[in-house]
């Protein structure tokens, strides 16, 4: 059995993500994106969808991003 780098949590169902050079062990979905997913520079949250990214700084959505001093990009 491997053992979740986030909740240390023992399972024979575990899985290896690697991302770039990164890479971790997890036995759910919610544990690997707790340790994984970027976080918005505005609100924190964790971001598992698309998100906005301008000059570097990724935000959760444009609303964040608009709060943030990001002009409107269309």
Partial sequence: MAKCDTCGNDYDKAFTLTQGDRSGTFDSFECAAHAMAPTCSHCS???LGHGVEVDGTIYCCAHCAEHSGVADRA
């Fill in 45 to 47: 949250c964790r971001i």
